[in-house]
């Protein structure tokens, strides 16, 4: 698999993003753990405008320069709260138009293709989200988990 220097990667996301094509891509970082893992699964981004997005939606987004995809918590106005799932006591905040694009579908580390409106997607995803602070430690359980099996 080719890699890219981040910057041209999302040079080359944005473009494809504002062609109104998707784009599937491996996902990087922990800040979607344990919904999303690190280097095993994979992310087709659909591009949206900023009336489409909801609370729980996952999407991509700019933040002080970088780019990040975490799930929208709250909408307040055109004012996003976002938060990975990863990290139960880190917020950002952002506005609509700094979103770039929102997950449509997560394909597994076998290759299997969830749809995020899917039930098989959505319970787990509101379930995590209603634990709050109590994710914390079952993300220590689970990493340590992942990390020895």
């Known amino acids: 698999m080719k890699q890219l220097p981040n ?4 040079e080359w996301v944005e473009e494809e993003l504002f062609q109104d094509r998707p784009v ?12 999303l893992k690190d280097g095993k699964d994979s992310v087709m981004l659909y591009p949206c405008v900023g009336e489409e997005l909801r609370v729980m939606d996952v999407v991509l987004f700019k933040y002080k320069g970088r ?8 909408i307040d106005g055109d004012k996003l709260s976002m938060q990975g799932d990863g990290l139960p006591m880190t917020y950002e905040h952002c506005l ?5 694009g929102r997950v449509g579908f997560v394909i597994n580390s076998s290759g299997k293709k969830l749809d995020v ?16 602070v ?16």
């Open 24 to 35: 599937t891509f491996r996902v990087r970082g922990g800040s979607m753990f344990p919904l």
């Open 134 to 149: 109590i994710r914390r430690y079952f993300l220590r359980i689970w990493r340590y988990i992942d990390r020895h099996i």
């Open 117 to 132: 409106h899917s039930k098989k997607w959505m319970w787990p995803s509101a379930l995590w989200c209603r634990m709050g």
């Open 96 to 100: 609509r138009g700094d979103v770039l």
């Open 67 to 74: 780019h990040v995809m975490h799930r929208i918590v709250s």
């Open 7 to 10: 910057e041209a990667f999302f």
